[in-house]
């Protein structure tokens, strides 16, 4: 029987208001405009993040899709990190469906890009080069472990793009968890950002959905492109609701998945085979590596104790959340331990 579910953030579930407000809520049509309750999620999220406007879609991916969709044309390049989502988890969408360059710009250990990289890479080129139109960041950074990245941090890459006219895409999933980490306001960090989205399905805790938000132009474009992708969604307001709720009252709680993170990570350190580097842990996410090849029976035996997490060769994962509690934390260390001794020794 599986105890503790620590595979992502992803595996959350709506509270109690959120069900409630998802039953309660009134709704209309969003393609018209005219779902109160989708409406209203749209100008807190938009007034929160600092932008004009805002969209829901139905996902991060399609978030980051919708938005690139919007920002580059056919045959455009776009720089983001070796490390990225978009990159490496999100199934070539953009270059797929809109004709996209991807050209990747190594990240280091936070997931941050040089920005002489960034300049080099944006400079303007001979016609034999396909042109570069937009720069995306990310933060949280989800394979550096979750890492926080301040705005100092963000503007030094943003203003290598801008020098060369690229607009800025911040793939902000995690950005609530950012602005807890750093005690800072979502706005201050997605400052740089002409477009970010983050997803209502991770620390959020909703069941579905993400929210794109920038100028007013930018979104009325966003919109078209995810009615092309069958995105456009109608009494969408039963999602809505639920976000509404997410954004007044599961931001403060993030504090605790990182607590539960942080205690996770440290009795990770003690243990044979473990290679992490708790400096990273800056917010739910739990990155460390087990010996070659080992990855993948680890997490089957830690299904076998109760506790499930996504396999991998040599690294792993766990993601708390809401829903898990320092108790559950208590089983899934007492499980990686036992794991760990065997393989280990």
């Avoid at 709506?14 to 709704?27: C, D, F, G």
């Avoid at 991060?60 to 690139?68: K, P, R, Y």
């Avoid at 990289?117 to 394979?143: F, S, W, Y």
Wanted: with cysteine; glycine share 10%; net charge negative.
């Amino acid at each position: 029987m599986i105890r503790v579910d620590l595979r992502s953030d992803t595996v959350s579930h709506p509270s109690p208001e959120m069900r409630k407000a998802m039953y309660e809520a009134e709704l209309g049509d969003d393609v018209y405009g005219d779902d109160p309750t989708t409406n209203l999620l749209e100008e807190r999220a938009a007034e929160m993040l600092g932008k004009e406007a805002a969209v829901i879609v139905s996902s991060g991916t399609q978030s980051n899709l919708v938005a690139l969709l919007a920002q580059a044309g056919r045959g455009d390049t776009i720089l983001l990190g070796t490390k990225s989502h978009i990159l490496n988890a999100e199934a070539g969408g953009a270059s797929a469906l809109g004709g996209i360059v991807y050209m990747p710009i190594q990240t280091d250990d936070r997931g941050t890009m040089d920005p002489t990289a960034i300049g080099l890479a944006a400079a303007p080129r001979d016609h034999h080069k396909a042109p570069v139109t937009v720069l995306c960041v990310e933060n949280t950074q989800n394979m550096a472990g979750g890492t926080a990245l301040a705005p100092e941090e963000i503007k030094v890459m943003a203003d290598a793009g801008r020098q060369y006219g690229l607009r800025v895409h911040m793939d902000g999933a995690r950005i609530f968890n950012a602005a807890v980490a750093l005690e800072t306001p979502a706005s201050e960090l997605a400052a740089e950002a002409d477009s970010i989205g983050f997803c209502l399905s991770k620390g959020l805790a909703c069941p579905v959905g993400s929210v794109l938000c920038g100028d007013a132009d930018f979104i009325m474009e966003a919109r078209r492109w995810r009615k092309m992708l069958g995105g456009s969604m109608r009494q969408v307001g039963v999602i809505a609701a639920a976000g509404v709720v997410a954004l007044e009252s599961m931001i403060d709680r993030m504090a605790d998945d990182h607590a539960n993170a942080r205690k996770l990570a440290t009795a990770l350190a003690e243990m044979p085979g473990i290679d992490i580097d708790l400096a990273t842990v800056e917010t739910n996410i739990v990155r460390f590596g087990v010996p070659a090849h080992k990855g993948n029976e680890i997490a089957g035996r830690l299904k076998e104790e109760g506790v499930l997490i996504n396999g991998g060769d040599s690294d792993l994962r766990f993601v708390p959340h809401y829903g898990i509690d320092s108790e559950d934390i208590d089983i899934a260390i007492n499980a990686m331990d036992k794991v760990m001794a065997e393989v280990a020794g």
